[in-house]
């Protein structure tokens, strides 16, 4: 997690309902996707070489992330989808997941020529895939540097806890979650003819003990962050059965794969030795596994 987990670039506020953000576009004559992937930068793959040709440098978005390998398995007919998008054209496939994103850049322009992620949506769309949340208020960056600020002060302790209490737990629970409920109706009114698949995080930590310093955070604060990241997923999957739309677990899956796992096994790379760009993200064994899932939830 660190400074770089789900952060690439500039933070914006997230929006909430008492908060709403206008719905501006930057791009106006946008084509509109049957296939459209969003998110932010779990979804873009942020730190996976190779990066899609002539897409924003700042959003660091891979040819190996999960939207990706969803889109080809659909071209190939190798993801056996009960759709009418076997056989799926590269044009009718958008990618506009970007690094940093929150909920409200679905809406409003993330960066300077870097249109508003909705605006690829359409009565045409016939499959959404999503994953967004973890950078509203700054959820994990501020949670993890918090905890890795603190974590030699008692390395088998608990000093994150300790020092900030409930306030991630509150973020979640009075600011994300009444965002992510906002988010997939905004794609569902936007996209009203499409299969959404809102999709969770995998695990970054293990369930306790940690492997500090790889990772710098106190053995004790392992559980805390996990339990941050389990409220987080539950929020997420409230908000698509609330929405109507389908939620794919990752986490389960994710077990035994997180950043503390040998190298051949972990789907998350470390703070130290990791062997992508973007530290505390899904290397491409980790966009494997979640696209496996999205696939199963397309079968």
């Known amino acids: 997690m660190a400074a770089a987990l789900l952060v690439v670039g ?22 509109t996707a049957r296939y459209a992937h969003l998110g932010d930068s779990f979804a873009a793959g942020s730190g996976i070489d190779p990066t899609v040709p002539d897409s924003p440098a700042m959003c660091l978005r891979s040819q190996l992330n999960f939207g990706q390998l969803i889109a080809r398995g659909l071209h190939d007919g190798t993801i056996a989808a009960r759709s009418r998008l076997r056989g799926l054209g590269a ?6 997941s970007c690094g940093a994103a929150t909920t409200a850049d679905l809406t409003v322009a993330q960066y300077f020529g870097v249109a508003p992620q909705a605006d690829v949506l359409g009565p045409s769309t016939e499959l959404v895939t999503l994953l967004i949340g973890g950078n509203d208020g700054r959820l994990f960056a501020d949670a993890v540097n918090a905890c890795s ?24 629970a009075t ?6 409920v906002d988010a997939v109706a905004l794609v569902k009114r936007r996209a009203p003819n499409a299969r959404l698949l809102v999709v969770g995080y995998p695990r970054i930590l293990p369930a306790r003990g940690g492997c500090y310093p790889v990772m710098r955070i106190a053995a004790g604060d392992v559980a805390y962050l996990d339990d941050l990241q389990v409220r987080l997923n539950r929020a997420i999957a409230a908000a698509a059965t609330t929405g109507g739309a389908t ?53």
Request: net charge negative.
């Open 10 to 31: 500039a933070l914006t506020t997230a929006c909430t309902r008492g908060d709403p953000q206008p719905e501006v576009t930057t791009q106006p004559e946008v084509s």
């Open 91 to 96: 044009a009718e496939f958008a990618d506009v």
């Open 149 to 172: 600020a603190v974590a030699e002060t008692d390395v088998d302790g608990d000093p994150c806890r300790r020092s900030s209490g409930a306030r991630f737990d509150d973020e979640v």
């Open 175 to 180: 600011t994300i979650a009444p965002a992510l």
């Open 247 to 299: 939620y794919v677990d990752t986490w389960s899956a994710s077990a035994g794969r997180d950043a503390c796992a040998p190298p051949d096994r972990r789907w998350v790379e470390p703070m130290v030795g990791a062997r992508t760009r973007t530290t505390v993200h899904p290397n491409a064994a980790g966009q494997r596994g979640i696209a496996d899932a999205v696939a199963a939830a397309l079968r």
